[in-house]
């Protein structure tokens, strides 16, 4: 269980997030829908405190972090529970699709290689990128590379993976391999997983739950019925009818 418990964060005067709770269950699915500028990725970062929240408390299963007083040791073990998939991929540009999976298994994990290639190899398959391991990112299209970072994410073997805005970089006609590939993870309930998207049919089909952000806060948090198909807040509606 993954727990964002009053959860506020400001850079300098601003104040980018106010008050955010929410409650994710292990092998729950999230999407989070939201106008640019309002927060989400912040909110994602926070979550895996690759930025620091200014206020509240992280919590994934036991290991709680509270902004006020937090361990670093603690901030270690829950950056090890997440991973993240980034919008422009992220990958090392000097490492093969193969070296960029096994990267996390060999320094963080401290895998012996042959077998972190295997383990790499394996999940490279799992994305349809193994005839592909042996490529440089430069030499493969942004649907394939963002193929290969989910790859590298699910290594670690994630208890909540967090995807930012997965596909807004690619070309139309890659959007969809990527799709399949999360669709694919999504029915394995693994682990729990947010994303944040502008895929909003995507959304109302693969998540269990919506939440759509504005200015910083949850404004409504439901099912993909309640929030796709029935919108009742006039700035979720707004929204709606710019990105469908
Ligand atoms: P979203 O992902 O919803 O588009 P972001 O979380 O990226 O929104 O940004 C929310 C707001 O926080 C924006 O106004 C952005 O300019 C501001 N912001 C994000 N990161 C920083 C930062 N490192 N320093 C200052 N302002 C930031
Ligand atoms: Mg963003």
Same mark, same amino acid.
């Given at each position: 269980?993954?727990?964002?418990?009053?959860l #506020?964060?400001s850079?300098?005067e601003?104040?980018?997030? *106010?008050?955010?709770?929410?409650e994710?269950?292990?092998?729950?699915?999230?999407?989070?829908l939201g106008?640019?500028?309002?927060?989400? #990725?912040?909110?994602?970062?926070?979550?895996?405190?690759?930025c $620091?929240?200014?206020?509240?408390?992280v919590s994934?299963?036991? /290991?709680?972090v509270?902004a006020?007083?937090? *361990?670093?040791?603690?901030?270690?073990v829950?950056?090890r529970k997440?991973?993240m998939?980034?919008?422009?991929?992220?990958?090392f540009?000097? *490492?093969?699709?193969v070296?960029n999976?096994m990267?996390?298994?060999v320094?963080?994990?401290? =895998?012996p290689k042959?077998e972190?290639r295997?383990?790499a190899?394996?999940?490279?398959?799992k /994305?349809?990128m193994?005839?592909?391991?042996?490529?440089y990112p430069s030499?493969?299209?942004?649907?394939?590379?963002?193929? /290969?970072?989910i790859a590298?994410?699910?290594?670690?073997?994630?208890q909540?993976?967090?995807f930012?805005?997965?596909? #807004?970089a690619l070309?139309?006609?890659l959007v969809? $391999?990527v799709?399949a590939?999360?669709?694919?993870?999504?029915? $394995?309930?693994?682990f729990a997983?947010?994303? /944040?998207?502008?895929?909003v049919?995507?959304? =109302?089909?693969?998540?269990? =739950?919506?939440?759509?952000m504005?200015g910083g #806060?949850?404004?409504v948090d439901g099912?993909?019925?309640?929030i796709i198909e029935h919108?009742?807040?006039?700035?979720?509606q707004?929204?709606?009818?710019?990105?469908?």
């Amino acid at each position: 269980m993954i727990s964002v418990k009053n959860l #506020s964060k400001s850079f300098g005067e601003t104040d980018v997030l *106010k008050d955010i709770n929410l409650e994710i269950g292990d092998d729950e699915i999230v999407a989070i829908l939201g106008p640019s500028g309002t927060g989400k #990725s912040t909110l994602l970062r926070c979550m895996n405190y690759l930025c $620091e929240p200014t206020t509240g408390t992280v919590s994934i299963d036991d /290991v709680v972090v509270d902004a006020a007083h937090r *361990k670093r040791a603690d901030v270690r073990v829950l950056r090890r529970k997440t991973a993240m998939v980034f919008q422009d991929y992220h990958l090392f540009k000097n *490492k093969t699709a193969v070296q960029n999976v096994m990267e996390a298994l060999v320094t963080v994990w401290k =895998r012996p290689k042959a077998e972190a290639r295997e383990t790499a190899m394996a999940l490279l398959e799992k /994305v349809g990128m193994a005839d592909r391991a042996d490529f440089y990112p430069s030499k493969l299209s942004g649907g394939q590379q963002q193929r /290969v970072a989910i790859a590298r994410a699910l290594a670690v073997h994630p208890q909540v993976l967090l995807f930012d805005e997965p596909t #807004s970089a690619l070309d139309p006609e890659l959007v969809g $391999e990527v799709l399949a590939t999360i669709r694919q993870l999504a029915q $394995e309930r693994d682990f729990a997983m947010v994303i /944040v998207t502008h895929e909003v049919e995507f959304a =109302r089909q693969v998540a269990d =739950r919506v939440i759509f952000m504005d200015g910083g #806060s949850v404004v409504v948090d439901g099912t993909p019925e309640q929030i796709i198909e029935h919108p009742s807040d006039p700035r979720l509606q707004k929204f709606l009818s710019y990105v469908s």
